[in-house]
Nanobody, 115 residues
Framework: QVQLVESGGGLVQPGGSLRLSCAAS????SSWPMRWYRQAPGKERE????????????NYADSVKGRFTISRDNRKNMVYLQMNGLKPEDTAVYYC????????WGQGTQVTVSS
């Protein structure tokens, strides 16, 4: 069965950096685009970034463009989100996701940006 396990969240000061990781299993990882989403308290879940199956094409939400970088390692079945220049409004639970006709989600990892 599909499993997605996020890690790497935590508390960071504004302007700081974090690197989120997502370990995937239960499907042919290298065949599928992967996405990161986030959900802030009281808000709807929003898309953050997408990376194509071979890691060449990436797309970002305007709110994170230029600060976040999505990447993947198909040998390790891992997808990453490098987050730089973090702002308080980046505070959210971050989820990795794959859409194989059915969308699968991990359990999420909390990112809190606060001084």
């Amino acid at each position: 069965q599909v499993q997605l396990v996020e890690s790497g969240g935590g508390l960071v000061q504004p302007g700081g950096s974090l690197r989120l990781s997502c370990a995937a299993s239960g499907f042919t990882f290298s065949s599928w685009p992967m996405r990161w989403y986030r959900q802030a308290p009281g808000k709807e879940r929003e898309w953050v970034a997408t990376i194509g199956s071979v890691g060449i094409s990436m797309n970002y939400a305007d709110s994170v463009k230029g600060r976040f970088t999505i990447s993947r390692d198909n040998r390790k079945n891992m997808v990453y989100l490098q987050m730089n220049g973090l702002k308080p409004e980046d505070t959210a639970v971050y989820y990795c996701s794959v859409d194989r006709g059915v969308r699968y989600w991990g359990q999420g990892t909390q990112v809190t940006v606060s001084s």
